[in-house]
């Protein structure tokens, strides 16, 4: 195959030359470096990237620019290309042909009559009607040349997060999706976390047909690596992935983290005052985060068995992760409340665990406002109290607190 034929194929997909990637959850910026002529240069960025640009986002770095125009061609009637021209359809059982008056009105003459459309499958004689329209176009006026860089916004890359924790294990996988229907070639990959603000849309193009989407095949676990954390900007997490990525049309999983943590089983119970006999805590896991933790989904599995998945925040190192999946059926608190008063109760809290590991109970009361609360072992809030400690298997505590609700 001729060389220059090779080169404007490799032109034509995009992977010219490796561009730089930041990407965020619903957009990425990219990077291209450009060898730019003098004076002025033409973009042909292809529908799907035009689309999903965010405007005000694309810049030329490298020369001073002068202006910027963006072309883009009016949707035609493919039919315009028959007019006059015969074309047969299918019609009981035999094909007949017609004669295309004006395409705006979709009008036919057949055998002497005007039709607005035709019956049945309508044939045309050539496709050169069909060809496709000019795509989008920007065209770049400045001063000077040579070395350049193409910068801009897109919604047509963006990253998500999945962890799986598994006996003390936590594994994350990055998702990359990349919706722009050709192949990207990135030299260098970040992937940010954290709230970042976008606010405007794409440019207004037709509308795409629904692509397909596809997972990719993970590359084999002996020649990957994970993510390298490097540094926190403007309050988000910065990681950056290893060597070259090339992502396909469709989902592409990376590997992003692997580390052991020690999670604790947790029973939470966050409740206003209440005088029933019997309170049921929601389960849910606890650890410290081993590292500035991306957001995510987590799926966590116990001695092989799945148990729930459960969304993480962003985290910093040392910090708690907790992921809560809802009720546990053993997990109950009974009470004993004596009313002391027409205001004032005593309450008792029973908590038991039936487990054979340690159980990490939480409980939150708000009360009624006012107030007064006497107890011991409680931590005191503005609405109520807070109490913390850990069952080890068969264990089993009590606390008392009185209560006084105050007129107002």
């Given amino acids: 195959m001729p060389k ?39 973009w042909e960025p292809g529908e799907a990237l035009f689309q999903s640009l965010v405007p005000g986002t694309l810049r030329l770095i490298g020369v001073t620019e002068q202006s910027r125009r963006v072309q883009v061609a009016a949707p035609q009637n493919p039919l315009t290309a028959y007019v006059g021209k015969e074309v047969q359809f299918y019609w009981e059982g035999q094909w007949r042909k017609a004669t295309l008056v004006s395409a705006e ?33 920007v065209v770049f006026r400045y001063q000077g040349g040579g070395a350049g860089t193409l910068a801009y916004l897109t919604r047509g890359l963006s990253w998500s997060l999945r962890y799986t924790l598994e006996d003390g294990e936590l594994t994350g996988w990055a998702t990359l999706s990349n919706r722009l229907g050709l192949p990207l070639r990135l030299g260098r990959t970040e992937l940010v976390a954290g709230s970042v603000p976008l606010l405007e849309g794409g440019f207004e193009v037709p ?23 490097v540094g926190e900007a403007g309050g988000t997490y910065r990681y950056r992935l290893p060597g070259e990525v090339t992502l396909e049309p469709g989902l592409t999983e990376l590997p992003f983290i692997r580390s052991r943590v020690q999670p604790v089983y947790l029973w939470r119970l966050q409740t206003g005052f209440s005088t029933e006999r019997e309170l049921a805590f929601v389960r849910g896991f606890r650890f410290a985060a081993p590292e500035n933790l991306a957001a995510g989904v987590v799926s966590i599995r116990e001695q092989g068995v799945f148990v729930g998945q459960a969304a993480a925040g ?25 009313q002391q008063a027409r205001n004032r109760f005593r309450v008792t809290t029973r908590v038991q665990n039936p487990k054979t590991y ?28 807070r109490v913390r400690f850990t069952l080890a298997p068969g264990q089993g505590r009590a606390y008392t607190y009185t209560l006084s609700l105050q007129q107002r």
């Avoid at 030359?17 to 990077?31: D, H």
């Avoid at 939480?362 to 009360?367: C, K, L, P, R, Y």
Wanted: avoid cysteine.
């Fill in 105 to 137: 009105r979709n009008l036919f003459l057949y055998e002497g009559r005007y039709l607005v459309g035709l019956p049945g499958t309508v044939a045309y004689p050539d496709p050169s009607g069909f060809s496709s329209v000019p795509g989008p176009k």
């Fill in 4 to 42: 220059l034929i090779l080169l404007w194929i490799v032109l034509l997909l995009g992977v010219v030359e490796a561009q730089e990637a930041v990407i965020y959850r619903g957009f990425a910026e990219l990077r291209q470096p450009q060898t730019l002529p003098p004076n002025e240069w033409v």
């Fill in 314 to 338: 962003d985290t910093a190192k040392g910090n708690n992760v907790i992921l809560m999946l809802g009720p546990d059926p053993e997990g109950r608190a009974s009470r004993q409340i004596e």
């Fill in 207 to 229: 509308a795409l047909r629904p692509e397909t989407r596809m997972l990719q095949k993970a590359p084999a676990a002996a020649d990957v690596s994970e993510a390298e954390f």
């Fill in 358 to 385: 340690p159980v990490e109970v939480e409980i939150q009361e708000m009360m009624p406002q006012p107030f007064t609360l006497e107890g011991e072992g409680l931590e005191r809030t503005p609405e109520g109290y």
